[in-house]
């Protein structure tokens, strides 16, 4: 009889309780008592929500991040945060997350990575070779103890842990007795997530082994029925030898503690296609496998096809799992997305398969990134699309009724009771409503997915230079300017229709105006509108985008406190009328200066939205194009000369298997060109993201053919520029020079040098001077204070150029 269990749910609390806890704990507004209360009952609600299920999982609440965790877990703290006196564990990973202020000075915080292909952001350990691990077990004492306080001593639990083998590809590996921040550190070629899977890292994975063993001890003790052992990069085709190898030594000591719970190696957010084999070889008890995958692939999952049809997820070929252990958690209900499954076939498929295996049902991965529940969504998402969604809860019953349609019954015919049969009949007309309803509103323009190309950028440029007349070194910014509360007000009162549009629409301009003034008065060459009426670069176009739809609460964690609100798209995707028009035109009213248009790319808005799963995500970034596309033909022919279109999720969105890379690469720059198509070669387009290790997509971004590309680097000091040669075939560039993640301003000395290391590696034509990102989370003050000094510094350094002082 299959039994039901989840790798993890959401933390962050159905209204966010965790969140607003956590920064009124920072802010010194709660006690250490009260945050941990909110914690509680976080754990609390997240086992009412398991209620149903055979196995309950806990271990998977964190106060902040589970990689942070684990890393306080084992004790790998780097030595500049143990002279801290910090002895209470929460408050020093909230030291390693966030940083900490000390009488010698700033201790920087761990660096932040997205995980795996995700929008999460975990906290990435600094180990050095010397690291000794030592076991800090309270946290884990405590999330076991809480859960049996509230159900009993019978209930089966399963710990969650992330293995070892993962915990340490993730990490980063620092010089003995560094110091520094491992931010730049983080960066070198890795796989999408950007993690290296450092050799050296691998050496420590034998001492590791020895304390994950103890801990697994420790878990016996406490009566965990099964403990998870998450390895999500089973899922890569890019593992060394050496990793692998390394794999199967650590889980054949683990599997030799006498006293054990049953382990359950779980894979998720791909198939693991290429490591089967290996997997059959380690002694686990159950092996977990994701069937659904993300869609931004192209390979074929499970030996068959990834989702092609609204939900009708997984195709099995039985064959692949031979050799896999006997007990299977198969991963069928699409744990990313928020789409209801398609039952029927789910259960047609799994009823060739269940009365030869001992099955275990569960999400394709941890529901943390899902919202929690639909049960609060009535009023912004029409009612039949919310009949065909499924968040966290809603995909825990589907779970249950699938456990049921497949328990009842003879084996032979498999009929379920009438009462399942009723559920599965309800389930199956919700989801035919909302495909009703998807169809009336156009569900299936499949639009071209090609883009004719621009003409070389050696015409381009010359034109665009004629015609701009910018200076050597132009200097310019991201698009956002500082969101003061005021601003989020006045967007708040507007939202519910407590001023009107004439009021609001006075309020920006006249934002738009003063900042326009600002950069004036800085000197900046390139102007930007400052973005005062978007809440966030997705959300805003979504909204003025017909085939997005916004929900109420479906907030996702993106790392730590902070929470998204993705979009679900839901049929086609076209754009009624004109968004940014009146704003950038107005912007362009109030100066001689060239202000840049600003749009979100297409990559970006899909994949911070939740898309459909009933035609290719690909479609989907096309229609996105297509609809931007009339957006910079209107902003081209309304006179805006410089149009940027941002792609900060472009590498995020890189699927997990290098042998996906090729041809993500092809259509991910397609249809970033597609937005472009047709503009005039005296028009600039410009693209920003957020990151600048292209090692592995340098050709996908060469492909995008953007004149201008800004990238972040100064926390890097440059290093990361490297990567970028001139061979790269790219254009002119902007590598950031000031450092917006901190609220530190750079000297004009520090920004000079910045530049003058840029044009080590770049000729004086083809560098742009600009922060390394938008500038909405700065104060004013501070963002005044680093522009003068980025602006002087550009004259400087122009200076220097002009007259020979130096040549690049
Ligand atoms: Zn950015």
Request: net charge negative; with cysteine.
């Amino acid at each position: 009889m299959p039994k039901t269990h989840t790798l993890g749910l959401p933390r962050i609390g159905e209204r966010r309780e965790l969140k607003k806890a956590l920064e009124s704990y920072w802010n010194g507004m709660i006690n250490r008592n009260q945050l941990r209360e909110v914690g509680l009952e976080m754990q609390r609600l997240s086992l009412r929500y398991q209620r149903e299920l055979d196995i309950v999982t806990v271990g998977d609440f964190s106060y902040y991040d589970r990689m942070l965790d684990t890393a306080l877990l084992f004790d790998a703290v780097p030595q500049r945060f143990r002279g801290l006196g910090l002895y209470d564990r929460l408050n020093l990973g909230f030291a390693l997350a966030r940083g900490a202020t000390h009488s010698d000075g700033d201790v920087e915080p761990l660096a932040m990575r997205k995980w795996f292909n995700t929008n999460y952001h975990y906290i990435v350990p600094e180990l050095d070779s010397r690291c000794s691990f030592r076991l800090f077990p309270e946290d884990v004492r405590g999330q076991i103890r809480t859960a049996r306080r509230e159900l009993g001593p019978d209930t089966p639990l399963k710990y969650a842990l992330i293995g070892p083998a993962t915990f340490l590809y993730l990490s980063s590996l620092r010089e003995t007795g560094g110091t520094g921040s491992a931010a730049g550190a983080a960066c070198c070629a890795g796989d999408a997530c950007g993690a290296a899977g450092q050799a050296g890292a691998l050496e420590l994975l034998p001492r590791l082994t020895t304390v994950y063993a103890e801990l697994l001890g420790l878990l016996a003790q406490e009566g965990v029925a099964w403990v998870q052992l998450e390895e999500p990069i089973l899922v890569l085709d890019s593992l060394s030898p050496e990793w692998l190898q390394g794999i199967e030594v650590s889980y054949r000591e683990l599997q030799e503690i006498p006293q054990a719970p049953k382990t359950l190696l779980a894979t998720y957010f791909e198939f693991a296609n290429e490591n089967l084999e290996l997997i059959a070889r380690l002694p686990v008890d159950a092996v977990h496998l994701d069937l659904v995958g993300s869609g931004w692939g192209q390979q074929v999952t499970a030996g068959a096809k990834p989702q092609t049809t609204q939900g009708s997820a997984i195709n099995l070929d039985l064959s692949r799992l031979n050799g896999l252990p006997q007990q299977l958690s198969l991963g069928v209900l699409d744990g990313r997305g928020v789409w209801k499954a398609d039952l029927d076939a789910l259960l047609e498929q799994l009823r060739l398969f269940a009365h030869r295996r001992e099955l275990l049902l569960a999400p394709s991965c941890s529901l943390l990134h899902l919202p929690y529940s639909l049960e609060s969504e009535h009023g912004l998402v029409p009612e039949p699309l919310l009949a065909g969604l499924a968040f966290a809860r809603e995909k825990l019953a589907e779970l249950v009724l699938l456990r049921q349609a497949l328990c009842a019954g003879d084996d032979a015919g498999f009929t379920p009771t009438g009462e399942t049969q009723q559920a599965l009949a309800e389930h199956r007309a919700c989801r035919a409503r909302c495909r009703e309803y998807q169809e009336q509103q156009g569900c299936n323009a499949a639009p071209a997915q090609t883009a004719p190309a621009r003409s070389p950028y050696a015409r381009r440029a010359k034109l665009q230079h004629e015609k701009l007349q910018l200076p050597l070194l132009p200097s310019t910014t991201i698009g956002s300017f500082p969101q003061t509360p005021e601003l989020r007000r006045v967007r708040r009162a507007f939202r519910r229709g407590e001023i009107t549009g004439t009021a609001y629409t006075a309020t920006i301009r006249e934002e738009i105006a003063r900042t326009i003034k600002e950069q004036e008065e800085i000197g900046l060459d390139v102007l930007v509108h400052g973005e005062p009426e978007r809440n966030d670069m997705v959300e805003y176009f979504a909204g003025h985008l017909d085939g997005f739809a916004e929900t109420g609460f479906g907030w996702v964690q993106s790392y730590g406190s902070r929470c998204v609100k993705p979009a679900i798209i839901w049929c086609d995707i076209t754009r009624p009328e004109p968004i940014t028009l009146e704003w950038i035109g107005y912007a362009q009213s109030c100066t001689d200066r060239p202000v840049k248009g600003m749009l979100t790319g297409p990559v970006t808005m899909v994949k911070w939205s939740f898309p459909r799963v009933d035609i290719p995500v690909r479609d989907q970034v096309f229609q996105t194009a297509a609809a931007l596309a009339q957006e910079v033909r209107d902003l081209e022919a309304q006179g805006t000369s410089i149009i940027q279109i941002d792609e900060a999720a472009f590498k995020e969105a890189q699927p997990l298997k290098r042998l996906d890379w090729p041809g993500y690469a092809e259509w991910a720059s397609a249809a970033f060109r597609r937005c472009s198509a047709g503009v005039q070669d005296s028009t600039q387009i410009h693209t920003h993201m957020c990151y600048s290790d292209f090692s592995t997509l340098l050709d996908a971004v060469a492909a995008m053919d953007a004149d201008v590309l800004t990238i972040e680097t100064s926390r890097s000091e440059m290093a990361l520029l490297e990567s970028l040669h001139q061979e790269a075939g790219l254009h002119e560039l902007g590598p950031g020079v000031y450092d917006i993640h901190s609220p530190l301003i750079p000297s004009t000395e520090q920004l000079a040098r910045r530049i003058r290391i840029a044009l080590g590696h770049l000729p004086p034509e083809r560098l742009w001077i600009n922060p390394d990102c938008g500038l909405k989370t700065r104060r004013w003050d501070e963002v005044r204070a680093a522009l003068r000094n980025m602006q002087q510094a550009a004259e400087l350094v122009r200076a220097e150029l002009q007259s020979g002082e130096r040549t690049a």
